[in-house]
């Protein structure tokens, strides 16, 4: 018996995992079992199909569900099969393949990787302004240009706005400077490589002959660039199944663009289309809910879902007071439902559309004593002053780190210029060797004056010392002991003076959040260095460890998930809270683009809407067996309460009749705790 017929599928999935013809789309509603669709294909295609694993590759968005994958993959086969096999997300691949072709796109193999942090620091320096909002618009516009691959001339050709028109002229400037720094950002890792294919038919043959079969995950998330790097894998052959669904295409902001999947419909008139409308996560309740919301947007390929999950929970529909009214409610109802349904914290989730709205639920689940994640949000990792402060570290381990260097170097100011930075590059390039060694080499004085290699050299002679201090001795000196890591990070932070640096960018008060994040972090890695008897080097080592775990959401813990809708995409929960579906927030309607005209404002507010309900059946569709939602008659705005509505969606849901009156219009702040008390009490 074949593995696809012994595997319990049902008989769409079968036919997805079977169809071997030709190019396969197959759309697979929430809930539907896509992953498992992908992962069974893979091992058809491995254990009865005689392809070599080597020969496979499965593409997905995030490292979290490449992970997935590959370990359902190897308890379906034998893991010795396995070898060669690649599923990683898009930008891993980039990653491989722009290794291996770097010489095409002019980058030695150990080309540096900016984040858009680092990003952000090239276009800070040729816009010369710290407006954040300004910074942020530029760099967004032209990570959609790369995007869609779109060059800068291109880029000079289309611009429009007064934004786009600032945006290019940066955009040239901006390549030229990663250019010389032997460096590429987050978006080339799929632009280049597509690049590089379309110039050079013998590189773009040599890839197609390696990858035999290649399935793609969530590829109504793909962006002109990924579309066309699929295209160049395939060839004329155009093995591959594409696996996407419609109605939860929710990131047309950062490029990605639904008309992707229809294209592939006329690009591959042969395509398979297979629709996987069977949800195994749901209630029926549920789902026709989640149909009836999305009815309201223009379908590009008909289907409906549907559940054997029974009828299911009512879904209920509270009007709250404001914001802290709700917070507190949800965490009520969420221990008490606990305590009902003797469920575990992690069965539950709450939800809502932005970062901003975490802040007053966090403190209502403190309040109550409930442990809770959040993600969609910052990392303390991710901050701007802790990342300068690692800069330094990680440049002190490693001397390579280009990235590291260029942050360290330049944070706080000391006299090197952007113009500076791009000639040492320059000539690093040239002598295929990092900044940090270029800075030392004579060979450097010809294309430098004093003035510009003066406080690149004392700012290499500083790093010298610290390593030194910190046990790596100088060339042709013996090992010699290291002095204790505490006293490095003092003396590190008093040389370079970070405290009075935070303090003349910033106000007072997010100048003294900052450096209190810098004093958490520094006393973190003293007493990590005490208790483990770890030296700078090996701290260094183990701080990029944690980060690197940190991102990778390993083991999910017995607590409530606080999420963004957009972060929530692809789990799922036996109960949901969705909070804040009021018109403005959910929908969320975005600044008006002033500079477009009355049409133009009026398509794209259509657009956006139909983006908001996709992420709106998103959200219905997380729950497994009871949705909440809420909204707030008012709700806190920049210091002022603004009066809000229901959104549109709630009645799109056809819940409008079925909702609950505002459980505690009128209650004092007393009468509420009273009802906390006693709800505590029951629960204990």
């Known amino acids: 018996m074949s593995i696809a017929a012994a595997s319990g599928m049902n008989q769409t999935q079968r036919e ?24 069974q294909k893979i091992a058809y295609l491995i254990r009865e199909c005689d392809y070599a694993a080597k020969n496979i590759v499965a593409l997905t968005f995030t490292n979290k569900a490449a992970r997935e994958m590959d370990e359902r993959v190897k308890k379906l086969i ?11 997300t898009f930008h891993s691949l980039g990653v491989r393949i722009l290794r291996e072709e770097a010489q095409h796109a002019g980058l030695k193999p150990q080309f540096s990787i900016f984040d ?56 040239r400037s901006y390549n030229a400077t990663l250019a010389a720094y032997q460096a590429v950002d987050f978006d080339d890792l799929i632009t280049v490589p597509a690049q590089i294919f379309e110039r050079h038919p013998e590189v773009r043959e040599k890839w197609q002959k390696r990858v035999r ?66 949800n195994y996560r749901s209630s029926q309740r549920i789902l026709a809910a989640a149909n009836q919301v999305i009815s309201n947007n223009p379908k590009l390929f008909e289907k409906k879902l549907w559940s054997e999950h029974g009828t299911g929970d009512a879904i209920t529909v509270t009007s709250m007071t404001n914001d802290e009214i709700e917070a507190e409610n949800v965490a009520m109802k969420i221990s008490a439902a606990r305590f009902e349904k003797q469920a575990q914290w992690k069965d539950f989730a709450i939800l809502y559309r932005g970062n901003h709205q975490a802040r007053v639920v966090e403190q209502a689940m403190r309040n109550l004593h409930i442990p809770y994640t959040i993600s969609g949000g910052q990392s303390f990792f991710d901050k701007a002053e802790v990342r300068d402060v690692l800069s330094y570290l990680r440049l002190i381990a490693n001397e390579d780190d280009d990235p590291a260097f260029i942050r360290a170097a330049t944070t706080p100011k000391r006299g090197i210029g952007q113009a500076t930075l791009q000639t040492l590059g320059q000539y690093a390039g040239e002598r295929k060797i990092s900044l940090f060694t270029a800075l030392f080499e004579t060979g450097l004085e010809s294309r430098l004056g004093v003035r510009q290699l003066e406080p690149l ?112 995409k692809g789990l799922e929960y036996p109960h949901v809270y969705l909070l804040g579906v009021e018109e403005g927030l959910l929908p969320h309607f975005g600044r008006d683009d002033e500079e477009s005209g009355a049409d133009g404002l009026a398509d794209a507010l259509t657009l956006r809407i139909q983006e908001e309900r996709r992420l709106m059946y998103v959200g219905i569709t997380r729950a497994q067996r009871s949705l909440h939602l809420s909204w707030c008659k008012k709700r806190r705005r920049a210091r002022e309460d603004v009066t809000r509505e229901p959104s549109r969606f709630i009645e799109e849901m056809g819940l409008t009749d079925k909702s609950m009156p505002d459980q505690d219009a009128g209650m004092s702040p007393k009468n509420r705790l009273d009802m906390l008390k006693a709800m505590l009490n029951k629960s204990a």
């Not at 954040?132 to 990570?143: A, N, P």
Request: charged share 25%; net charge negative; aromatic share 8%.
């Open 16 to 39: 997805a995992v079977l169809y071997l013809d030709g190019p396969c789309l197959v759309l697979a509603g929430a809930g539907s079992g896509k992953t498992r669709v992908i992962t």
């Open 78 to 88: 034998d893991p010795a099969l396995t070898k060669g096999l690649t599923i990683s």
């Open 116 to 171: 858009s942090d680092d990003a952000m620091a090239i276009v800070q320096e040729l816009l010369a302004t710290t407006d954040r909002s300004r910074l942020r618009t530029v760099q967004q516009t032209i990570s959609l240009w790369k995007n869609g691959l779109i060059d800068p001339d291109g880029a000079d050709k289309i611009a429009s706005t007064p934004n786009e028109v600032e945006a290019a002229k940066v955009y």
């Open 213 to 278: 079969y290649l399935l793609v995950d969530e590829y109504q998330d793909t962006n002109v660039c990924q579309y066309r790097l699929v295209q160049y894998l395939t060839g004329q052959r155009a093995m591959f199944t594409a696996v996407g669904d419609d109605d939860q295409a929710i990131y047309a902001w950062r490029g990605a663009t639904i008309e992707n999947l229809a294209k592939l419909t006329t690009d591959y008139p042969n395509i398979k289309l297979i629709k996987l409308e069977q």
């Open 457 to 568: 050299r004392m700012f290499g002679d500083f790093i010298n010392r610290i390593q030194y201090r910190a046990g790596k001795p100088k060339p042709g000196e013996k090992l010699h002991a290291a002095e204790p890591a505490a006293e490095i990070l003092d003396d590190l932070l008093g040389a370079i003076n970070y405290e009075r640096y935070l303090y003349d960018m910033f106000d007072e008060k997010p100048a003294q959040s900052r450096w209190q994040n810098v004093l958490e972090l520094v006393g973190w890695l003293k007493r990590k260095s005490e208790s483990s008897e770890l030296g700078l080097f090996d701290l260094v080592q183990h701080v990029a460890l944690v980060t690197m775990l940190e991102r990778g959401e390993e083991q999910e813990p017995d607590a409530v998930k606080l999420s963004t809708l957009h972060a929530s």
